[in-house]
């Protein structure tokens, strides 16, 4: 395998880079009247205008040749194929599998489809009041306890979805931090609540620690000691169904999804429980199939019209050829609060990495630094740092054209706030567009310098009518596309995520030290420092030594 940067299309964008690199953004809307028609393009009801980056025709013609060099289509059939690309742990990615309802038979589908029928039944039981608490009161409150792929998918859809949403309250639980669960349970009552324990392995810290504190409540509330309640108020789901019932958790309430299914890829499985019994599945089936017909999409439209694939390049040119190394996300739609937190694992996890899947060290720089905020309130914290700030951050910005609350003209102003921004970040302001013809005093000069916008910063705009299930599904798998792409380029595995381990390990060996009053020496001076400060429980000692 040639590593990508060695290769001709790499290095002929690489010379092009240099040729092009003082192109204006701006300037290129006069030369070409139709800018905007030529690098726009919709698919599955979102529409993606990248007419504002700085990029020509002959850049989008030299990545999309990179794209085939680097065998985008063979390895996009070969995921949807099922083949092992996840090579360190030996598995397939078939996230994909999960909302096609067209597909053949196949051991997967199969799966897929029986889990399925099994989640209607339990909405369908939910909702209608079939299932009930130890006592028989219906249940009106869900808690997933999940952490990472296990939260923040469901919890980001829940939260953008929220105009269909029905009467059952939805709780989400991550952190390890006992605040989290405590704050949660305070103002929950044990008879109508209903835990699902989310997690593909069952065995991560975090959670089981929660799911362990969910389930002494829950008994410790029970004055009935003859009841056997955990049957009644807690569901698991995981790939892990052993451990689930080790846990204590029913048979009969274990969902199940499969090793061929990365977590943070798994909100569309069974792990999208709490989406379905928020929206019901009528809704779920929706979202299921916005990103079905977004998968279609990037399975046969051709690379220089595929949305996934224009998505994926545009970054790979902002990253490798322009040099940034951090990519904003600012959805200008309040109910997508959760997006660029879900975005970040998605895009970190899967390609923060910096070695090729033959093993070599890269030379070349992978995912950037994904964050974000909703517009407008964003434009009031950072976008400052955007305008006049020294870090080059390529943006995407995401509006729907209508909103579900139409109050006033807000949504109007809105959208003028969205495009202002890009309008901004794109054209500037120089300081010659700043002094006025009598503006030739020192102090004026400061001041311009002060208030000059470079501009010429890269930004999407990502636009569909409304946040519908169908739309956020055609839009999450529009951006899991792009991680596959782009990891596909920069030959990396994007579906392991070996860095957490670490961390992991080193806090189960500390644990037993901060418990038993001793700091080894084999430590290093930092980690022994602190140690000693948690066991004496006392800054003072310390602070002004
Ligand atoms: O943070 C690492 C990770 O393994 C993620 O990839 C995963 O989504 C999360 O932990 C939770 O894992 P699990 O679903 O097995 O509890």
Known sequence: MTKIDQTAEWKNLADHHRKIKDLEIAKQFQQDPKRFQ?????????????????????????L????????????????????????????AVLHTTLRNFDQENSPEADLVRRELKKI?????NIH????????????????????????????MVVAALKPYATELKIHFVSNLDPTDIADTLRHLNHE????????????????????????????????TKSETPLGKHFIGITANSEKARAFGIAEENVYSFWDWVGGRFSLWSALGISIALSLGMKNFYELLSGAQEMDQHFRTAPTEKNLPIILALLGIWNINFLGATSQAIIPYDQYLHLLPAYLQQLEMESNGKSVNTMGDNLSYKTAPVI????????????????????????????????????????????????????????????????????????????????QQIMGNIPTNTLVMDKVTPRSLGALIALYEHKVFIQGTIWQINSFDQWGVELGKKL???????????????????STRGLIDLYQKQNISLLVNK
């Open 507 to 525: 806090t189960q060996g500390l644990i037993p030290i901060l418990q038993n009053d001793e700091s080894p020496e084999e430590l290093d001076g």
């Open 371 to 450: 964050w974000g905020a909703p517009g407008t309130n964003s434009q009031h914290s950072f976008h400052q740092l955007l305008m006049q700030g020294t870090t080059l951050v390529p943006m995407d910005f995401i509006i729907p054209l209508g909103s579900h609350n139409p109050i006033a003209d807000h949504h109007l102003v809105l959208y003028a706030n969205c495009l202002a921004q890009s309008q901004a970040l794109m054209v500037g302001r120089r300081q010659n567009e700043i002094l006025q013809s009598s503006a030739d005093k020192n102090e004026e000069r400061l001041l311009a310098k002060h």
């Open 192 to 223: 109508t609540t209903l835990f699902i324990i989310a997690s593909k392995t069952f065995t991560t810290q975090e959670t089981l620690a929660n799911a362990m504190v969910a389930k002494n409540w829950l008994l410790g509330n029970i004055s």
């Open 38 to 62: 030529n690098f726009s393009l919709a698919a599955a009801n979102i529409f993606l205008d990248y007419s504002k980056n700085h990029v020509t025709a002959e850049t989008m013609n030299l």
């Open 64 to 91: 999309d040749t990179l794209a085939q060099a680097a065998g985008v289509k063979e390895r996009r059939d070969q995921m949807f194929g099922g083949e092992k690309i996840n090579i360190t742990e030996k598995r």
């Open 128 to 155: 209608g009041g079939k299932w009930r608490g130890y006592s028989g009161k219906r249940v009106t409150d869900i808690v997933n306890i999940g952490i990472g792929g296990s939260h923040l998918g469901p919890a």
């Open 120 to 124: 209607e039944v339990l909405v369908h």
